[in-house]
């Protein structure tokens, strides 16, 4: 089953780790909310329970009743134990029986996040269940399938902050208030014009387009209603969601009108900071992954900003993976070595409760000799007008 627009799981790591925990059997039960199902099954059916099994080199999709289609049409693997026009299975059950058909008597491995009744289900079935983490780890390293799909949603991401800049381009000040298309801008205003954008662009919001304004940029998820005044930050952080599943991420900081001084000088030493935590990842494979995270707190550190104070200052790390979650492995704090294949945000940042905050945001491939980055959006707090072409 080959699907051109969508990723594919290759499932030759869960032989490995059967190999390695001494097991006869992998298997999951979630729903379409658990992103490791989401990986393993590339399937985006209804909020109720289904299973993945893999035996034998078999990778098994057990969806619920009357997904079948939809299932062949999604799951890149072996086959899809359809049910027909049956009434609802229990997926533990349809998992219980394959694996008596197949004469599984061994070890069964499983997410750590499995649900308990499954996990005590498999055992009364007679199966020992062994915890493996190895799903989340392969999801780490994307493929050049994956890294399309990455690079797609934050391509929509970005035509997000484009709508963002023109609409804070267009704004005027007003007194102590700014007002776009005769009606004082808050963060809302933006983030509705901002979302029909990425709407139009085929992705989904999802709840995550972050705006803040002056002291809500501080707030690091801040969704609600603020009004943007004349010369203080505006952050924009934008992680829409693509049909397959995989997230983008992106942040730029702008002004309307002259930048009050602070932010200025803030700006100025998050792209410094940026600048050097982008020339420690030109090492590429093989840099260790918090080398990253402290290149980038040195520099703001120098420049007078806290580094670890959770009240103002640099108090996140500077970057985190992403792929079916947005935020997963690895964490640019991790003590570990960068791999090729692993997707990385860079999002150095500075916040002050009384003052704003500034933030940006690239998201980058960790390459052989270096990295690509996926974002080519032009850094600057003063907004540009839309293009007329």
């Not at 289609?69 to 359809?82: K, M, N």
């Not at 995550?208 to 809500?216: E, F, H, R, Y």
């Not at 900071?273 to 550190?301: F, N, Y």
């Not at 103002?312 to 985190?320: A, Q």
Request: a negative charge.
């Amino acid at each position: 089953m080959d699907h051109p627009d969508e990723p594919e799981t290759e499932y030759g790591f869960l032989a490995e780790v059967l190999t390695d925990a001494d097991a006869a059997a992998f298997v999951h039960v979630a729903d379409r909310f658990d992103d490791d199902l989401r990986y393993l099954t590339r399937f985006s059916g209804p909020d109720r329970a289904y299973a993945f099994a893999y035996h034998d080199g078999d990778a098994l999709l057990f969806p619920p009743s009357l997904f079948d289609e939809q299932a062949e049409r999604e799951f890149p693997g072996t086959a899809v134990v359809g049910y027909g026009d049956r009434a609802e299975p229990d997926p533990v059950d349809a998992v219980l029986a394959v694996l008596a058909d197949r004469d599984v008597d061994g070890a069964v491995a499983v997410p750590p996040a499995i649900r308990h009744d499954v996990y005590a289900r498999l055992s009364t079935a007679g199966h020992e269940v062994v915890t493996t983490g190895a799903v989340e780890s392969a999801r780490e390293r994307k493929t050049e399938r994956e890294q399309r799909c990455l690079e797609s949603v934050e391509h929509a991401a970005q035509r997000g902050l484009e709508r963002a800049e023109a609409v804070l381009a267009e704004a005027t000040v007003d007194g102590d208030v700014t007002r776009w298309d005769g009606n004082v801008l808050t963060t809302e205003v933006l983030r509705r014009e901002i979302n029909a954008e990425l709407s139009r662009r085929g992705v989904d919001p999802s709840g995550n387009s972050v705006i803040g304004a002056g002291s809500t940029c501080a707030d690091l998820h801040f969704t609600g209603t603020d009004g943007i005044r004349p010369g203080e930050s505006v952050l924009i952080d934008l992680s829409p969601r693509g049909p397959h599943g995989y997230y983008g991420d992106v942040t730029r900081t702008f002004t309307v009108g002259s930048p009050d001084p602070w932010v200025e000088t803030a700006y100025d030493a998050v792209l410094e900071a940026r600048e050097t935590a982008m020339s420690v990842l030109d090492a590429g494979a093989g840099v260790r992954a918090a080398a990253v995270h402290e290149a980038a707190s040195d520099v703001l550190s120098e420049a007078g900003y806290g580094v670890g104070d959770v009240s103002t200052g640099f108090y996140h790390g500077v970057g985190h993976g992403i792929g079916v979650s947005l935020h997963e492995g690895p964490g640019l704090t991790d003590d570990r070595e960068l791999r090729p294949g692993h997707v990385v945000t860079v999002e150095p940042g500075v916040y002050d409760p009384d003052r704003g905050g500034v933030r940006l945001e690239d998201l980058v491939v960790v390459t052989r000799d270096g990295f690509e980055n996926l974002v080519d959006y032009p850094l600057s707090l003063t907004p540009r007008a839309a293009d007329p072409s």
